[in-house]
């Protein structure tokens, strides 16, 4: 294990949301050069595990600890995450009217490079991953995910963390709403991104993505428990047979009782 | 009914020179104003449009002199001065709270006949159109107030674009009130001819900065008359000192087919009541208002807009956006009045108040008077504070707080400012960024 580097780890987490305990202990580990996937059902808590972990106000950590590259977040906003090197990709990414995707893009790598950084290779930067993800120009002057399709935010989502080179990305159901051209375009994205310097966490409800998108490790979620862990093989079990067979210790323990 | 329901009449003492301005007609006009202004009572709290506001505000004080203009303060002055060396603008008229107006106006203008003068010239050089709509669509019958414009405007703008022409860049009116203890009386009659097309740009600046010395006072007027088929855009600026007490009546009355966008910024004053309407009065007439309002500190604002359909087959929509921020208030009443005998009518309304904290406080006052049952009709509203999910999203990606917010707020505006002629929106720009600078 002395050779491997943890980037994010995190610890019995547990997730409030509305006063409801959706995340109940949750522990898991991604180190440089690793791609973990969590699979589940709809309702398992993935989406919820992935938005307190980027700092979501509506989802609390009332327990446990997470640690990106050794520093603890939970005392960081979720902007000091990001600058630390943390990304999401939004499963149903927010429509901000007036602001270009052009403008927020520069703004946002701004503020990760810093205040008077030099920002004169943007544009450069912005129209290589926009050709490289198949995006039309034209999305960069228009307001951000404003009438956009399902498939184009979630393009605009992974050409957010091209540009912004996190150290650990979460892709919270990037597949879905993709025909097969798009999820094989943003797989390549994804896929290029990828390197020994950093990781990645796959959120999803589909092994569909995986097929283009290699997990090392395959994680099943399930009631906000992580049941069952595995290599990629588990991710095609789980295409076979569904999430029901699947069932966690503690789950075993209780139909015991 | 009392004849003089004010103890101390200001407007006596005031002593006004603008009285006695004008001929005999404009003189009897101005009487006639005075008598009312005298004999209409303030408008008690509980009355319509009067809810939010003390009326007894805009009555001027004691000691509130008839200032001598003549000073140019005001630094968008130099930029508009440019705008229209440099072409961009059509027509400039710099208005120092109707005691010195100068006008402007590039050459093409001129021999297209178009007219942008003093109001006291066109009296004399185009007494015809001017006596045929002075005192028409805003007169004593509309309120005190606008009867005390009727009384002591001293100069103003009058503007007339021929029938079937073009003009294609703006026209811009720079209005600077005066500063503290000063009152100012801006008027603006506007005449479009039919098929005529023009875009205006009426700015109201100067004003007290503070009320540090007291209050300067501004109560303006505007007429705007559009013929058959014309197409005017009609751009309200109102960035008058925080020290402003301010009040503008706007009516416009459009003919068959003819087109109105009217777009009223207000940021400015320190109790700053706007009344901005339009009347359909022809088949096909369609008039959209965006309007965005920003109130910072304590300024409190009341704003009322109407669309009055007054012949069938006619459009209108508003859009009326409000920010606030600190203590700022807002009140903000929307008329769509459809007549009985305006059948297959379209109206739309609708007005969003974004809090940018507590201790703002916004009113939004739908009025609907609908009385005939052939018509489209909706009006929506929203109150409240910025979405935290798009805060959270931009923070998401690396963007601090008070910089998301900007971002968000600058965004929400958008739409409106980029109702304004391109060589305006900078300015509207930077006002904005202004106002969002120390969040
Ligand atoms: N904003 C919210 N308000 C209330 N309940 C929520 C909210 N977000 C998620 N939940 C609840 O938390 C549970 C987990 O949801 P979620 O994390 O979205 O699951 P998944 O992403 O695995 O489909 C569900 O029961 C869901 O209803
Ligand atoms: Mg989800």
């Known amino acids: 294990m002395s050779d491997k580097k943890p980037l994010l780890s995190f610890n019995d987490v547990h997730v409030e949301v509305e006063g409801k305990e959706v995340v109940r202990g949750v522990t898991l580990t991604i180190n440089a050069g690793e791609t973990h996937a969590i699979m589940g059902p709809n309702g398992s808590g993935k989406s919820s595990l992935s938005q307190a972990l980027m700092g979501h106000p509506s989802y609390a950590i009332t327990r446990g600890e997470a640690f990106l590259k050794g520093e603890s977040i939970l005392d960081m906003d979720p902007d000091e995450r990001s600058r630390a090197g943390l990304f999401l990709a939004f499963q149903y990414p927010l429509a901000i009217p007036g602001v270009t995707v052009a403008n927020f893009m520069r703004s946002a790598l701004q503020s990760h490079r810093g205040k008077d950084a030099d920002m004169s290779d943007f544009r450069k930067l912005f129209k290589a991953e926009m050709n490289a993800l198949g995006i039309d120009h034209v999305f960069a002057t228009r307001y951000l995910n404003e009438g956009f399709s399902g498939g184009e935010k979630k393009r605009i989502e992974i050409l957010q963390m091209a540009m912004l080179q996190p150290s650990v990305a979460i892709l919270d159901e990037t597949d879905s709403g993709l025909d097969i051209d798009a999820l094989k375009t943003v797989a390549e994205g994804i896929n ?9 966490l796959l959120v999803t409800h589909y092994q569909r993505l995986l097929n283009y998108v290699k997990p090392d490790y395959v994680h099943v979620m399930k009631a906000g428990h992580l049941v069952k862990s595995g290599g990629p093989e588990l991710a095609l079990e789980l295409e076979d047979r569904g999430y029901d067979w699947v069932v966690g210790e503690e789950e075993n323990q209780k139909v015991e009782v | 009914m009392a004849t003089n329901t004010t103890t101390d009449n200001p407007i006596r003492e005031l002593n006004s020179p603008a009285l006695e301005r004008g001929p005999l007609w404009i003189r009897d006009l101005r009487k006639a104003s005075l008598e009312s202004f005298n004999t209409t009572p303030v408008p008690p709290r509980g009355l319509h449009l009067w809810r939010y506001t003390d009326p007894e505000k805009f009555l001027l004080k004691n000691d509130v002199i008839d200032t001598a203009f003549g000073e140019h303060f005001d630094q968008a002055e130099e930029v508009e001065l440019k705008h229209f060396e440099d072409g961009t603008l059509a027509g400039l008229v710099i208005d120092n709270g109707g005691r010195q107006i100068d006008v402007r106006l590039s050459g093409d203008l001129a021999q297209m006949g178009v007219v942008v003068m003093p109001l006291s010239e066109a009296i004399e050089s ?21 009867a005390m414009n009727g009384a002591l405007w001293n100069d103003g703008i009058f503007v007339y674009i021929p029938d079937n022409k073009t003009v294609e860049r703006p026209i811009h009116l720079l209005r600077e009130a005066g500063r503290a203890n000063s009152a100012a009386f801006p008027r603006l009659l506007v005449v479009v001819g039919q098929n005529a097309e023009v875009t205006l740009v ?9 009320t540090e010395d007291g209050f300067a ?7 705007l008359i559009g013929g058959q088929d014309s197409r005017t855009r009609y751009i309200s600026l109102q960035r008058q000192g925080q020290g402003t007490i301010s009040y503008l009546t ?5 003919a068959k087919g003819a087109t109105m ?3 009223p910024f207000a940021f400015g004053g320190s109790i700053s009541k706007q009344n901005f309407g339009v009347n359909l009065n022809g088949e096909g007439a369609n008039s959209k208002m965006v309007g965005l309002l920003f109130g910072t500190g304590r300024q409190h604002f009341d704003n009322h807009t109407m669309h009055h359909h007054s012949v069938g087959q006619t459009f209108s929509d508003i859009d009326f956006k409000v920010v606030l921020r600190d203590k700022a208030r807002s009140a903000y009443t929307g008329l769509i009045r459809i007549d009985h005998s305006a059948k ?3 109206a739309y309304q609708e007005n969003r108040n974004l809090l940018l904290n507590r201790g703002t406080r916004a009113e939004t006052i739908p009025e609907l008077e609908i009385l005939n049952e052939d018509v489209s009709c909706s009006h929506g509203a929203t109150v409240g504070p910025l979405d935290e999910m798009e805060v959270f999203y931009l923070m998401a990606r690396g963007i601090a707080r008070e910089e998301a917010v900007r971002m968000i707020v600058s965004g929400y505006v958008r739409s409106t400012i980029t109702m304004a002629p391109e060589d305006l929106q900078e300015r509207l720009s930077a006002v904005i960024a202004d106002r969002l600078g120390d969040l």
């Open chain 1, 192 to 200: 290029r991104f990828h390197n020994d310097n950093n990781g990645i």
């Open chain 2, 261 to 263: 966008l009217t777009v």
């Open chain 2, 217 to 223: 006072y501004c109560n303006a007027v505007v007429e």
């Open chain 2, 344 to 346: 297959t009518c379209e």
């Open chain 2, 250 to 254: 706007h009516r416009a009355r459009i």
């Open chain 2, 202 to 210: 009426d700015e109201y600046a100067g004003g007290a900065p503070s």
């Open chain 2, 126 to 146: 185009h007494r015809e159109l001017v006596e045929k709509h002075l005192y028409q669509t805003v007169n004593n019958t509309t309120g005190k107030f606008e």
